[in-house]
């Protein structure tokens, strides 16, 4: 009798100790678990792209004569109180803490394209992975103003993302020939964002433009 009361004891004894173990565990990979990543809507693969940039005749730039931000109106409501610029920061953002007014009060985020995180969403731009201004040369002065306004606030395509503010004021309105993110290991996700949005809105490329592309897509 007393040999059959020892064996649970023992088996309660024994599952302590491995949920404890787990317990420590799960702790372990939170402590060390990577800044979660921007998520912006997954573009389309690298082969994909490369199939499209064998189909694009390099077309020279307009000019941005009429140009201004204005006529691509931006941030749009999207919900309640919340537009554009807070549903990027919320979606790439951890532990995003929004007030009344949707503004974002306190998070994480993980800026792709130079790596660094931030816990203030005043360090962050919400970048337009093709420039208003770049849209503008490529063909959007001849679009109406509805459809710049779409492009602006674009959520299903991979053209918006939140990234560290002053490094997206570096990239200005310059297209991959001549701008690429800082961070390297971005490279084939950036030009597959970049092919992809531009293949959506039927947007002309320059010839230095295809070429980097072309360049960074045949070492995915």
């Given at each position: 009798?007393?040999?059959?009361?020892?064996?649970?004891a023992?088996?309660?004894?024994?599952?302590?100790?491995?949920?404890?173990?787990?317990?420590?565990?799960?702790?372990?990979?939170?402590?060390?678990?990577?800044?979660?990543?921007?998520?912006?809507?997954?573009?389309?693969?690298?082969?994909?792209?490369?199939?499209?940039?064998?189909?694009?005749?390099?077309?020279?730039?307009?000019?941005?004569?009429?140009?201004?931000?204005?006529?691509?109106?931006?941030?749009?409501?999207?919900s309640?109180?919340?537009?554009?610029?807070?549903?990027?920061?919320?979606r790439?953002?951890?532990?995003?803490?929004?007030?009344?007014?949707?503004?974002?009060v306190s998070?994480?985020?993980?800026?792709e394209?130079?790596?660094?995180?931030?816990?203030?969403?005043s360090?962050?731009?919400?970048?337009?992975?093709?420039?208003?201004?770049?849209?503008?040369?490529?063909?959007?002065?001849?679009?109406?103003?509805?459809?710049?306004?779409?492009?602006?606030?674009?959520?299903?395509?991979?053209?918006?993302?939140?990234?560290?503010?002053?490094?997206?004021?570096?990239?200005?309105?310059?297209?991959?020939?001549?701008?690429?993110?800082?961070?390297?290991?971005?490279?084939?996700?950036?030009?597959?964002m970049?092919?992809?949005?531009?293949?959506?809105?039927?947007?002309?490329?320059?010839?230095?433009?295809?070429?980097?592309?072309?360049?960074?897509?045949?070492?995915?």
């Amino acid at each position: 009798m007393a040999f059959r009361t020892l064996i649970p004891a023992v088996y309660a004894r024994r599952i302590a100790v491995l949920a404890s173990a787990a317990a420590l565990a799960s702790l372990t990979s939170l402590v060390n678990a990577p800044a979660a990543q921007a998520s912006p809507p997954t573009p389309i693969s690298a082969a994909a792209a490369r199939s499209y940039l064998a189909t694009v005749t390099p077309k020279a730039e307009g000019s941005t004569t009429g140009y201004s931000r204005d006529l691509f109106p931006h941030w749009t409501t999207v919900s309640g109180t919340c537009n554009t610029r807070e549903t990027v920061l919320k979606r790439d953002g951890v532990n995003v803490v929004q007030d009344s007014s949707c503004a974002a009060v306190s998070g994480s985020w993980y800026s792709e394209y130079d790596g660094a995180t931030w816990t203030a969403a005043s360090d962050l731009d919400i970048d337009h992975v093709v420039p208003l201004a770049e849209a503008w040369r490529s063909g959007a002065s001849s679009w109406t103003t509805s459809k710049r306004q779409l492009f602006a606030n674009d959520l299903t395509r991979p053209q918006l993302i939140a990234v560290t503010d002053n490094v997206n004021q570096a990239k200005g309105d310059l297209d991959p020939g001549k701008w690429m993110p800082p961070r390297t290991a971005y490279y084939c996700t950036y030009a597959r964002m970049w092919v992809n949005v531009k293949q959506y809105w039927g947007l002309s490329m320059d010839s230095g433009e295809k070429t980097a592309l072309v360049n960074v897509l045949n070492g995915c």
